[in-house]
C-alpha cells in the first residue's frame, strides 16, 4: 500500500529542520495594504504539466451538524477529484471526538493517495488512542509520490505551533514544490509567521503552490505580501468565501502558485461537513512571468530640485515591479543626498533583494558614518538573488569617471533570470567602446534567459544603441518612449533590452518628476 511505503516520510515530518541562509540581502516585509505586484492568471502558450489541486480545512471531520463523519470529508475529495489536496486540521489519534482516529492514515487507504503528515499540536500517549502519541496538524495527500523537504515549525505561536510543510511532486515530468500552512488569527502572529513562510520558500526556486487555511482576508496586507509573486486561484473572485460554512462571509483559504502556473476552473465545494468549504482548481505550469522597471532616480532628485527617497519609493511601488533596475544610486556619498545609503533605504522601504556596483567611490568620512561613499547603479527584486552569481565589471575605456556592468541571477520560479545593468559614459565615443565592451560581457555565459537595462545615454539609433541591438531585442522598438528630461520628455537615453527566448510586452513610460528621468516598465515572459 502506498500508505506503509511512505510511513518513513510520516516520521521524518516530527523533526524541524534549521533555516538556510541566502548569499543576499534581503529586508523587512512590506507591511502596507494594496501594494501587491501585478501577477495574474494568463493563457499559456505550453504547458510543462497539468494538474488539479484541492485545499481543504477538514475542522477534524467534525460537521456544522457536530456529527464526526470522516466518510463525507473522502467523498467530497473523491468527487473533486484531485490530484493533490492539502489538509488543515486533520487528527491523528488525537482526541475522542474524531474516537483517536488515524485520520491520515484512513483517508489515504479510503482514497489510495499518497500521505504527507506534519504534527503541529501533540500529546502524550494514552491507552484510548492505542498508546500513540496524539497529534493534530495538516497533509498532504497525492496521486503521485511526495519527497519531503523540510517541516518546520514558525517561531511565534499563540497556546499552539503552527507549521510549514514543504514537499515536491514530480508531475508529468515536472517537479513542482507544495507547501502546506495553517497561519494564527492573531494579527500580530499572524505578520511574523508570514515573514518566516516567505524566508522559508525563498530558499528553494522552483514552481510552486502554496496551500491553506492563511486566517485572513485577501484584502489583509499579509496576504497581499505573500502574493507580490504569487498568483491567487480565486483572483477575481471577490464571493468565493470559504469560511464559515453555514454563513459564508469571508475567504481564508488559498491555493496560490507561483507567476509560471495558469489556473482555471477555480470552485469553492459548498457543504457544511465542516467549518470550512473545500476549494479546489486546475493548475497548467508553463512560462514564469514578472514585470520589470528601469529606473535612473538621479540620486533622488525630482524637476523640482528636491531630494525625496519616499517619492522615488512611491513611484517603484505604485508600477508593481517585482524587479527594478535602477541608475545614479547614492550610498553613503554626498551631502546632496544627505550621506543616505539610498540602496539600502530603498531596500528596506519596499521588502526587496538588492544588489549593488558602485562605479564612483571616495573615502570614508565622519558624514557618511565613517562608511566608504560610493555611487553606482542597483537591482531591486522581490524575487532572491543569488549572490555567488553575481558579477561586475568596470568599462576600460572611460573619460571623467570609471563607469560598469553588473550583472546578477533572480531565482524567477523555476527559471534564473540574468539580468545585466549599466550606465554609459559621457562622449560619443567612450559610450560606444562601452556598449562594444559590455556586449561582449554579456554574451559570454552560457544563459538562457536575459534581460539588459540601464541609462545608454544615448538615442535610438546611435552606435552604442544598435551595438546592443545585434543580438538583443528593444521593448520599446518602433516607439518614442522618451525618458528625459521628465517633465517635458524630448528624448530616450533608458532602456530595456531582451534576448531571445526571453519576451516582453507592455512596455510602457511612467509619467513622474520624482527624478530627472521618467521610469520605464515593461511584462518579461521567460517563454
Same mark, same amino acid.
Given at each position: 500500500?502506498?500508505?506503509?511505503?511512505?510511513?518513513?516520510?510520516?516520521?521524518?515530518?516530527?523533526?524541524?529542520?534549521?533555516?538556510?541562509?541566502?548569499?543576499?540581502?534581503?529586508?523587512?516585509?512590506?507591511?502596507?495594504?494594496?501594494?501587491?505586484?501585478?501577477?495574474?492568471?494568463?493563457?499559456?502558450?505550453?504547458?510543462?504539466?497539468?494538474?488539479?489541486?484541492?485545499?481543504?480545512?477538514?475542522?477534524?471531520?467534525?460537521?456544522?451538524?457536530?456529527?464526526?463523519?470522516?466518510?463525507?470529508?473522502?467523498?467530497?475529495?473523491?468527487?473533486?477529484?484531485?490530484?493533490?489536496?492539502?489538509?488543515?486540521?486533520?487528527?491523528?489519534?488525537?482526541?475522542?471526538?474524531?474516537?483517536?482516529?488515524?485520520?491520515?492514515?484512513?483517508?489515504?487507504?479510503?482514497?489510495?493517495?499518497?500521505?504527507?503528515?506534519?504534527?503541529?499540536?501533540?500529546?502524550?500517549?494514552?491507552?484510548?488512542?492505542?498508546?500513540?502519541?496524539?497529534?493534530?496538524?495538516?497533509?498532504?495527500?497525492?496521486?503521485?509520490?511526495?519527497?519531503?523537504?523540510?517541516?518546520?515549525?514558525?517561531?511565534?505561536?499563540?497556546?499552539?505551533?503552527?507549521?510549514?510543510?514543504?514537499?515536491?511532486?514530480?508531475?508529468?515530468?515536472?517537479?513542482?514544490?507544495?507547501?502546506?500552512?495553517?497561519?494564527?488569527?492573531?494579527?500580530?502572529?499572524?505578520?511574523?509567521?508570514?515573514?518566516?513562510?516567505?524566508?522559508?520558500?525563498?530558499?528553494?526556486?522552483?514552481?510552486?503552490?502554496?496551500?491553506?487555511?492563511?486566517?485572513?482576508?485577501?484584502?489583509?496586507?499579509?496576504?497581499?505580501?505573500?502574493?507580490?509573486?504569487?498568483?491567487?486561484?480565486?483572483?477575481?473572485?471577490?464571493?468565493?468565501?470559504?469560511?464559515?460554512?453555514?454563513?459564508?462571509?469571508?475567504?481564508?483559504?488559498?491555493?496560490?502558485?507561483?507567476?509560471?502556473?495558469?489556473?482555471?476552473?477555480?470552485?469553492?465545494?459548498?457543504?457544511?461537513?465542516?467549518?470550512?468549504?473545500?476549494?479546489?482548481?486546475?493548475?497548467?505550469?508553463?512560462?514564469?512571468?514578472?514585470?520589470?522597471?528601469?529606473?535612473?532616480?538621479?540620486?533622488?532628485?525630482?524637476?523640482?530640485?528636491?531630494?525625496?527617497?519616499?517619492?522615488?519609493?512611491?513611484?517603484?511601488?505604485?508600477?508593481?515591479?517585482?524587479?527594478?533596475?535602477?541608475?545614479?544610486?547614492?550610498?553613503?556619498?554626498?551631502?546632496?543626498?544627505?550621506?543616505?545609503?539610498?540602496?539600502?533605504?530603498? +531596500?528596506?522601504?519596499?521588502?526587496?533583494? !538588492?544588489? *549593488?556596483? &558602485?562605479?564612483?567611490?571616495?573615502?570614508?568620512?565622519? #558624514?557618511?558614518? %565613517?562608511?566608504?561613499?560610493?555611487?553606482?547603479?542597483?537591482?531591486?527584486?522581490?524575487?532572491?538573488?543569488?549572490?555567488?552569481?553575481?558579477?561586475?565589471?568596470?568599462?576600460?575605456?572611460?573619460?571623467?569617471?570609471?563607469?560598469?556592468?553588473?550583472?546578477?541571477?533572480?531565482?524567477?520560479?523555476?527559471?534564473?533570470?540574468?539580468?545585466?545593468?549599466?550606465?554609459?559614459?559621457?562622449?560619443?565615443?567612450?559610450?560606444?567602446?562601452?556598449?562594444?565592451?559590455?556586449?561582449?560581457?554579456?554574451?559570454?555565459?552560457?544563459?538562457?534567459?536575459?534581460?539588459?537595462?540601464?541609462?545608454?545615454?544615448?538615442?535610438?539609433?546611435?552606435?552604442?544603441?544598435?551595438?546592443?541591438?545585434?543580438?538583443?531585442?528593444?521593448?520599446?522598438?518602433?516607439?518614442?518612449?522618451?525618458?528625459?528630461?521628465?517633465? +517635458?520628455?524630448?528624448?530616450?537615453?533608458? !532602456?530595456? *533590452?531582451? &534576448?531571445?527566448?526571453?519576451?516582453?510586452?507592455?512596455? #510602457?513610460?511612467? %509619467?513622474?518628476?520624482?527624478?530627472?528621468?521618467?521610469?520605464?516598465?515593461?511584462?518579461?515572459?521567460?517563454?
Amino acid at each position: 500500500m502506498k500508505q506503509s511505503i511512505h510511513q518513513s516520510f510520516i516520521l521524518l515530518l516530527f523533526l524541524c529542520g534549521a533555516s538556510l541562509l541566502f548569499s543576499c540581502h534581503k529586508i523587512k516585509e512590506v507591511e502596507e495594504p494594496g501594494q501587491r505586484a501585478e501577477l495574474r492568471s494568463n493563457a499559456q502558450a505550453a504547458s510543462l504539466a497539468d494538474l488539479k489541486v484541492m485545499h481543504y480545512n477538514i475542522h477534524g471531520g467534525i460537521g456544522i451538524d457536530g456529527v464526526y463523519n470522516l466518510q463525507r470529508i473522502a467523498d467530497v475529495i473523491s468527487a473533486a477529484d484531485p490530484d493533490v489536496v492539502s489538509l488543515n486540521e486533520i487528527h491523528k489519534n488525537f482526541e475522542a471526538a474524531t474516537n483517536y482516529e488515524d485520520q491520515v492514515a484512513w483517508l489515504a487507504n479510503e482514497l489510495d493517495m499518497y500521505p504527507v503528515f506534519q504534527r503541529t499540536t501533540w500529546k502524550s500517549a494514552i491507552p484510548e488512542s492505542g498508546g500513540k502519541t496524539r497529534e493534530f496538524g495538516h497533509a498532504i495527500l497525492s496521486k503521485y509520490p511526495v519527497e519531503v523537504l523540510n517541516a518546520r515549525l514558525y517561531d511565534a505561536h499563540d497556546s499552539h505551533y503552527f507549521g510549514l510543510l514543504e514537499t515536491r511532486i514530480v508531475i508529468d515530468g515536472h517537479p513542482v514544490l507544495f507547501y502546506v500552512t495553517h497561519l494564527a488569527a492573531d494579527t500580530s502572529i499572524l505578520r511574523l509567521q508570514r515573514q518566516q513562510l516567505k524566508v522559508w520558500m525563498d530558499e528553494n526556486y522552483g514552481t510552486k503552490i502554496l496551500l491553506g487555511d492563511l486566517n485572513a482576508t485577501p484584502g489583509n496586507a499579509n496576504i497581499l505580501s505573500i502574493k507580490e509573486t504569487m498568483v491567487d486561484a480565486f483572483e477575481g473572485q471577490n464571493t468565493a468565501y470559504t469560511f464559515k460554512s453555514n454563513n459564508p462571509t469571508v475567504r481564508i483559504d488559498y491555493i496560490l502558485g507561483t507567476s509560471n502556473i495558469t489556473f482555471s476552473n477555480s470552485t469553492v465545494i459548498q457543504n457544511q461537513y465542516s467549518d470550512h468549504f473545500a476549494i479546489v482548481a486546475n493548475a497548467s505550469v508553463g512560462t514564469s512571468k514578472l514585470k520589470l522597471m528601469q529606473y535612473n532616480i538621479r540620486h533622488g532628485e525630482g524637476m523640482d530640485g528636491v531630494v525625496d527617497l519616499q517619492r522615488i519609493a512611491g513611484v517603484i511601488r505604485a508600477s508593481k515591479a517585482q524587479v527594478v533596475v535602477l541608475n545614479e544610486v547614492d550610498r553613503n556619498y554626498d551631502a546632496r543626498s544627505n550621506y543616505v545609503d539610498q540602496l539600502l533605504w530603498l +531596500a528596506n522601504e519596499l521588502g526587496m533583494y !538588492y544588489e *549593488f556596483q &558602485k562605479t564612483t567611490w571616495k573615502s570614508a568620512i565622519p #558624514a557618511s558614518g %565613517n562608511k566608504e561613499r560610493q555611487f553606482g547603479h542597483g537591482i531591486l527584486s522581490k524575487y532572491p538573488i543569488t549572490k555567488s552569481f553575481t558579477e561586475s565589471w568596470l568599462y576600460t575605456d572611460y573619460t571623467t569617471h570609471y563607469m560598469g556592468l553588473l550583472k546578477a541571477r533572480i531565482s524567477v520560479n523555476a527559471n534564473p533570470l540574468y539580468v545585466y545593468v549599466t550606465n554609459l559614459g559621457s562622449t560619443s565615443a567612450e559610450r560606444l567602446l562601452q556598449a562594444q565592451e559590455a556586449d561582449s560581457l554579456v554574451n559570454l555565459g552560457n544563459h538562457t534567459w536575459k534581460v539588459f537595462a540601464g541609462t545608454f545615454a544615448d538615442v535610438p539609433g546611435s552606435a552604442p544603441v544598435n551595438t546592443v541591438l545585434t543580438s538583443f531585442t528593444d521593448v520599446f522598438a518602433g516607439q518614442t518612449a522618451y525618458t528625459v528630461p521628465a517633465d +517635458a520628455p524630448s528624448s530616450r537615453v533608458d !532602456y530595456i *533590452f531582451v &534576448k531571445s527566448p526571453v519576451t516582453a510586452g507592455n512596455s #510602457a513610460v511612467i %509619467n513622474s518628476q520624482a527624478s530627472t528621468h521618467r521610469p520605464i516598465v515593461c511584462g518579461i515572459d521567460m517563454q
